[in-house]
């Protein structure tokens, strides 16, 4: 007698459908969201400011080292293209193994931005420039500065991610923790891209 009961073939089973997923947390995009939200408000402040004295303005930032900014929005842009591809990494099964290498690279362009930023602002203090200087350098100081601060967490949070590139396996809110690292690191460099222009290049 024939069993009617007997399980099918799992290939007969019908599959459940993968939905499409929003990377990290939800919480994290309410962050980043808000944090730039703060960044456009100083943003706009710092256009009033351009506008009420253009001259002014447009003598301060021929003071710019414009190279410095050209050579960091080259390392965040390179950051970015390797924590994108780190991401990939730890989602493949093959390819696990380069994720450390890739944050170590990020790691690597945004301590180098930091450095050179030192680096211009020791040359704009020894040639008395300071945010006492005009309404134009306090915005560039306050800007380039919560920049910087946002970067230098960054770096922590890039520390964070090697570690967990370096798991053998990671659970899926090991894997949610790493998307929000990246995409925190992603809001630094298009931090970046709008600031280096806005500061260094629009008149």
């Known amino acids: 007698m024939v069993n009617t009961t007997e399980a099918r073939p799992a290939e007969a089973m019908p599959s459940p459908k993968k939905g499409r997923r ?10 980043i969201f808000g944090d730039m939200c703060v960044f456009a408000v100083f943003f706009v402040l ?26 960091n929005t080259v390392l965040l842009l390179v950051s970015s293209l390797l924590v994108v ?13 380069h994720a ?18 030192v680096v211009e602002y020791a040359e704009k203090v020894h040639r008395g420039i300071t945010p006492y200087t005009s309404d134009f350098f306090m915005y560039y100081y306050v800007l380039t500065g919560l920049h910087a601060f946002h970067l230098l967490i960054g770096l922590v949070v890039l520390i964070g991610l090697h570690r967990l590139a370096r798991k053998p396996a990671m659970s899926t809110n090991e894997l949610s923790f790493f998307e929000s690292g990246a995409c925190f690191w992603h809001m630094v460099d298009l931090l970046w891209i709008v600031l280096f222009p806005l500061i260094f290049l629009v008149r």
């Open 100 to 117: 450390p290498t890739f944050i170590s690279g990020a790691f690597i362009c945004g301590a180098g931005f930091l450095a050179i930023k």
């Open 46 to 71: 710092f256009q009033l400011v351009r506008i009420s004295n253009p001259a002014q303005a447009a003598l301060d930032q021929a003071a710019l080292n414009k190279n410095f900014g050209a050579i």
């Open 22 to 31: 929003t990377p990290a947390e939800g919480g994290v995009w309410i962050f």
């Open 85 to 97: 591809l780190a991401t990939r990494a730890v989602r493949s099964e093959t390819q696990s193994r």
